[in-house]
């Protein structure tokens, strides 16, 4: 059971704009950690999307959004494309655990 | 081109040891914490822990402490995650990440992955 949830999967239509989830508590999220978010083609090395909740790296597009609110965030895709198909994770700082810790990913499927 | 590359994959039977690599280039190794990631088959990401490449100093997640060790040799950029005993669970896909401290509050993202390592244990 990951400590950050995630929803196991979500879809869209091309054009579309998608939201991911992630849900956490007053030890992580909660607190003055930040999130940041994942993109993982399976056997593929995962790229930082976004970092500090809501700053991308140079060269991730703008389609890619973060924000967070409270105990949760979530990763906005908008204007959603067929290469965009792939897992998503958050992750974030348990105060608690002492440990980084990730959500359990999300399968992002585009119709 | 800054890239962590890793060792390639491992096949070994319950009880071997094991030491993989990851190969930093491209940024001065020492001024970044290098994670270990796992991700067993079929699930997610893991954080395992760290290690600092200045000071070998180490952190582990609880649930990774006492069963791996890490090191690191900087006249070679690399940093290493090693078994003394591997186990049938120990099956899964290796990741290195370098840690990237973005602000004064020790926040902590994963910059740049190694492309991993599949590490098989089975007799």
């Known amino acids: 059971q990951s400590v950050l949830t995630q929803p196991p999967s979500v879809s869209g239509a091309p054009g579309e704009r998608v939201t991911i989830s992630c849900t956490g508590s007053?030890?992580?999220?909660?607190?003055?950690?930040?999130v940041h978010w994942y993109q993982h083609f399976p056997g593929k090395a995962p790229k930082l999307l976004i970092y500090g909740s809501t700053n991308r790296p140079s060269g991730v597009p703008d389609r890619f959004s973060g924000s967070k609110s409270g105990t949760s965030a979530s990763l906005a895709i908008t204007g959603l494309q067929a290469e965009d198909e792939a897992d998503y994770y958050c992750?974030?700082?348990?105060?608690?655990?002492?440990?980084?810790?990730f959500g359990g990913g999300t399968k992002l499927t585009v119709l | 081109e800054v890239q962590l590359v890793q060792s390639g994959a491992e096949v070994k039977k319950p009880g071997e040891s094991l030491r993989i690599s990851c190969k930093g280039s491209g940024y001065s190794f020492t001024t970044h914490w290098i994670s270990w990631v796992r991700q067993m088959p079929g699930k997610g990401l893991e954080w395992m822990g760290k290690?600092?490449?200045?000071?070998?100093?180490?952190n582990f997640s609880p649930s990774f402490q006492g069963h791996v060790t890490f090191s690191v040799d900087t006249s070679i950029t690399t940093a290493y995650l090693q078994w003394s005993s591997l186990k049938a669970s120990d099956t899964a896909l290796y990741f290195c990440a370098r840690g990237f401290y973005y602000d004064t509050s020790g926040n902590e993202a994963f910059d740049i992955w190694g492309q991993g390592t599949m590490v098989t244990v089975s007799s």
């Open positions: 007053s030890s992580n999220i909660g607190t003055s950690h930040d």
């Open positions: 992750q974030s700082y348990d105060s608690r655990l002492s440990d980084s810790v």
């Open positions: 290690i600092d490449p200045s000071d070998s100093y180490s």
